[in-house]
Every structure is written in C-alpha cells, then in structure tokens.
C-alpha cells in the first residue's frame, strides 16, 4: 500500500486578485487503489496545514483522486 500525501497547490487566476489552495490527497497509485490515512498521510497533512495557516487564501478546496475521495484510516497502522 503506498503512503498517502496531501499536496497543497495555488490556483491564481491572472484577472483576479483571489488565491485559493487545492488540497490534493493522493497516494501515488492508479485510481484502483483506495487512498488511506496512515502515519505518513497525517504528518502530510500537517505541514500542509502549516503552508495554509501562514497563507492568505480566499479558499480552500480538498479533492481526491477520481473514483476515491478516502477510503479512511488505515487499521494496520493504527
């Protein structure tokens, strides 16, 4: 299973003075393999939350990959 990561992009549009952040989870893989929060995925999201704490964001939109948003905790690790 590979490690989930929140990957955080600015989306600027040049006739707007509107920043907003796309969080984006994903775990590297196809879209057959479920995305799950592990040890890794957590401290992922952390220093994203970091990145969108010191930020001046309009908003913020969280997305998956296609067909799995979250399949949820990871029980093994937990």
Avoid: C
């Avoid at 196809?30 to 957590?42: I, S, Y």
């Avoid at 939109?61 to 067909?67: A, E, H, L, R, S």
């Amino acid at each position: 299973m590979s490690d989930t990561e929140f990957k955080l992009t600015r989306l600027a549009r040049p006739d707007a003075a509107v920043e907003v952040a796309l969080v984006t989870i994903d775990n590297g893989a196809d879209h057959t393999h479920p995305t799950f929060f592990g040890r890794a995925a957590l401290q992922s999201l952390e220093r994203v939350l970091t990145q969108l704490e010191a930020g001046d964001w309009t908003a913020l939109v969280i997305t998956g990959k296609p067909y799995f948003f979250s399949a949820g905790a990871d029980l093994d690790e937990f």
